[in-house]
T-cell receptor
Framework: GQQVMQIPQYQHVQEGEDFTTYCNSS?????IQWYKQRPGGHPVFLIQ?????EVKKQKRLTFQFGEAKKNSSLHITATQTTDVGTYFCAGLGGGSQGNLIFGKGTKLSVKP | EAGVAQSPRYKIIEKRQSVAFWCNPI?????LYWYQQILGQGPKLLIQFQNNGVVDDSQLPKDRFSAERLKGVDSTLKIQPAKLEDSAVYLCASSQLQGAWGEQYFGPGTRLTVT
């Protein structure tokens, strides 16, 4: 079945450093979504990417969808302590009635 | 706009007991999802409803789990009997669009501990 792999599992950075998490799917995706889950909280939607090669930016966050629509990345520039949490990618398989497959997430800690 | 409501927030039961969780989605959202999130992992879809019909329940352990969405609004998820490996956070989410397109709004979850 469809699998979504995410690396790294953990990332510890000094405040101000950059951070990147990568997501890879075993199959071509219809779309990919990114969610952030703060410690003790629930997943909160960040963005959805649909088009091959798409790049979207939200302030210090840059999201990319690969040309083959099988991989994606999230890059945070100049991390802040408020960026702490677990970042999940979730891929939607082909077809009109699919469901999201979540990766295991990348847990980001930021040292002030 | 009110968010997705879930209750209870926490539940501790012994194995072989039964438990039920309740979810009230955002008003007007036709699609409702139940996810299981085991510690250290991403959410795993258990069941997806479109209005009051089941779209996908392929990963629902039907020998012990059941879910319903009466009148296409509120939903309940039941486990009977519970096993130790059912300890997890059960998340309810809703969305406006069909087929897992677009933003999913998650509730706060119910943390279940099975002893």
């Amino acid at each position: 079945g469809q699998q979504v792999m995410q690396i790294p599992q953990y990332q510890h950075v000094q405040e101000g450093e950059d951070f990147t998490t990568y997501c890879n799917s075993s199959t071509t995706l219809s779309n990919i979504q990114w969610y952030k889950q703060r410690p003790g909280g629930h997943p909160v939607f960040l963005i959805q990417l649909v088009k091959s090669g798409e790049v979207k930016k939200q302030k210090r966050l840059t999201f990319q969808f690969g040309e083959a629509k099988k991989n994606s990345s999230l890059h945070i520039t100049a991390t802040q302590t408020t960026d702490v949490g677990t970042y999940f990618c979730a891929g939607l398989g082909g077809g009109s009635q699919g469901n999201l497959i979540f990766g295991k997430g990348t847990k980001l800690s930021v040292k002030p | 706009e009110a968010g997705v409501a879930q209750s209870p927030r926490y539940k501790i039961i012994e194995k072989r007991q039964s438990v039920a969780f309740w979810c009230n989605p955002i008003s007007g959202h036709a699609t409702l999802y139940w996810y299981q999130q085991i510690l250290g992992q991403g959410p795993k879809l258990l069941i997806q409803f479109q209005n009051n019909g089941v779209v996908d329940d392929s990963q629902l352990p039907k020998d012990r789990f059941s879910a319903e969405r009466l009148k296409g609004v509120d939903s309940t998820l039941k486990i009977q009997p519970a096993k130790l490996e059912d300890s997890a956070v059960y998340l309810c989410a809703s969305s406006q669009l069909q087929g897992a397109w677009g933003e999913q709004y998650f509730g706060p979850g119910t943390r279940l501990t099975v002893t």
